[in-house]
């Protein structure tokens, strides 16, 4: 055979470009076969791998964790692997982790290049620690998505002891020092000192919070019921999500604690029937803090819609403030002037202040710039869609085998208000007429049909309709 000629010139060159395409070559068949022989970790109650820990623990980079319907009582401690997909084979209403009481019941700390690691379609409950009873998230960036997140506690370990640390935080969610994405989650009756649904901490320029899209509603705290965010330098969205009937010391809604630079985001969120015993019954800026605030609904809030001090200067745009008991907007800081320009006050006179006398809509303190107004809503088309997204339904415990609460909020004075039970096929199992223009009312089902007789273990659906608009709770019976 006859060399090709660049072989017979460049014997030595031609055969290090051959090992050199070689190694690339195997080097592709690797990565490849890394890929193709990732495993899948089936957890079932029932079956010989029945604890997820275990499931976890055997985990490699890229595998899957797959769980089974049921209630496990774990408090997991995340293996440091990367790129683990976490995930539920039916959904958070069937497969429950309970921490017992006993300590966060998922407790992460990854490698901060960590972009694949994901926890969706649990039930993540009675969690009880000093940082993150639901989840407490150090480094990388999890994706949290699709879970229910309810009932997690965070408290001093001991009242008997002083403690000089920072405070507990994070009652549902607690993150540090994370990229965390935090989206499509319910997030209820959660406690802590700072944040009683989600807190997060950190000062790093090149760390990005996201929180969108979450249900966040009857969470507890001394600041921020709902939201608690104490990022210096970090840029963090807050974005499209529902947080109502929320309750704090400080930011009933939402707390922003020395949020320094403008990098926080605060954008089409619906932030209603919150409270603040002290300040900021819809958000609460302290130390120095400027969110943007941007395209809100903030209503029906106990505590003033907006309180800004010490030295805070958020940006107050293109919102509908209304119907806020105290202030719309109150600046706490004489130094500062509060920029909130532009909003919709829930009348076209705008807001009543004395330099406005004639304002009828929220009242605006001192110290707050809100010449220009809008004379109607913010997209009055996209606010008026915002009533369902207002309204809330809660069924809990779910599952359950006996009792189980409803309560709802409608968001709007309701003319007509009903709550109809269906099973899996449609048929209507049992209704509720609740007297109309009620905001907020609970009631019990027995598990029982209209004609008084138990209905079988299943899946029924719980439906909330009013004049306007519709939602509706996935509900488990277990015998």
Known sequence: MIPHPLVSMFPDRFAVLQRAILIFILAIMFVFAGQAYATVWYVHPDSALNAIQAGLDSCTAGDTV??????????????????????????????????????????????????????????????????????????????????????????????DILTDGPPPQGGGIYTEWSSAVIVDNLIIENSAQNGGGIACFCDAANIATTIVNNTITSNTADNGGGIYMDCPFTMCVIRDNTISYNTAYNGGGIACYYVFQPLLTIRKNVITYNTADSAGGGIWCYVSSKPFIDSCTIAYNIGDGIYSGHFSAPIINFNNIVDNDGCGVRNGDSSVTVMAEHNWWGDATGPYHPTNPGGTGDTVSDYVDFDPWLTEPVGVEEHQSSISAQMVLQVYPNPFRTLTEISVGTGHSAERLEINIYDATGRLVSSYRPSPYVLRTTLVWDGKDDTGRRVPAGIYFVKLDTENSSITQKVLIVR
């Open 66 to 159: 797959l769980v089974g319907a049921g209630i496990y009582y774990e408090n997991i401690i995340w293996p440091y692997v990367q790129g683990i997909s976490f995930i539920s084979e039916h959904g958070p209403d069937t497969t429950i982790i309970d921490g017992n009481e006993d300590g966060t019941v998922i407790h992460m700390s990854l490698m901060q290049e960590d972009s694949t690691t994901t926890i969706n379609g649990f039930t993540i409950q009675n969690g009880y620690d000093w940082y993150g009873g639901g989840i407490y998230s150090v480094g990388g960036k999890p994706l949290i998505s699709n879970n229910i997140i309810r009932n997690n506690v965070c408290e001093w370990p001991s009242k």
